[in-house]
């Protein structure tokens, strides 16, 4: 008997996306994990997919056309970055950036830890143009970032804010909602692979 909590993975077909320079595309509704089709993807130079509240991300792309210093970013609502699974036939490749960086734990309000980075895996078709990871001036560059959170943080202006936000709440530990404090303990680092198809 299948459980009542299997679901179909939902999958969003979409035949053509197209964005313009600067311009932002948000993936923000339904459920954590998403699949999405794309059959043809431009991306002009600085265009951004942004993917929140998602845990797991499998994208693919039939035709991209891949501008300069292209974003494709995304987090889970728990300062964890979102697992990428992209698979891509690349016709033209300026530059893109894979962000799936674990956020940095904000201390003293309601909030989750540090979090950890994804797990990406970029999958390209042998057919189309190969990504390079070792010349970001050149051309077809691919860089992918699957940092932790908490590498940033500065224990003694954690600290000094700690103490300023119990200093001016009426009654103590009241200023920190659920009197959250966190260790400032870094997430887990993410792995991320290139290969091909």
Excluded: C, W
């Excluded at 077909?13 to 311009?23: A, F, V, W, Y």
């Excluded at 292209?70 to 962000?99: E, P, R, Y």
Aim: charged share 25%.
């Amino acid at each position: 008997m299948a459980s009542l909590f299997s679901f179909a993975q939902e999958t969003l077909h979409i035949q053509r996306l197209e964005l313009g320079k600067k311009e932002k595309k948000n993936f923000n509704k339904g459920d954590s994990s998403m699949i999405i089709r794309i059959d043809t993807l431009i991306m002009k130079d600085k265009s951004k997919l942004d993917f929140y509240a998602k845990k797991d991300v499998k994208l693919e792309i039939g035709y991209a056309e891949i501008g300069n210093n292209v974003l494709i970013t995304g987090q889970d609502s728990k300062n964890n970055a979102t697992n990428f699974d992209i698979k891509a036939n690349f016709t033209q490749l300026g530059s893109l950036f894979i962000i799936a960086r674990g956020i940095d734990a904000f201390n003293g309000t309601k909030t989750f830890p540090n979090g950890d980075g994804g797990k990406v895996t970029l999958a390209y078709d042998a057919k189309g143009l190969a990504p390079q990871t070792s010349n970001k001036k050149g051309k077809n560059f691919v860089f992918i970032d699957v940092t932790p959170g908490g590498l940033r943080v500065n224990p003694s202006s954690e600290v000094r804010q700690i103490y300023a936000r119990i200093a001016m709440a009426p009654n103590g530990l009241r200023g920190l909602p659920q009197g959250q404090i966190y260790s400032g303990s870094p997430g887990r680092e993410g792995k991320s692979e290139i290969k091909s198809f």
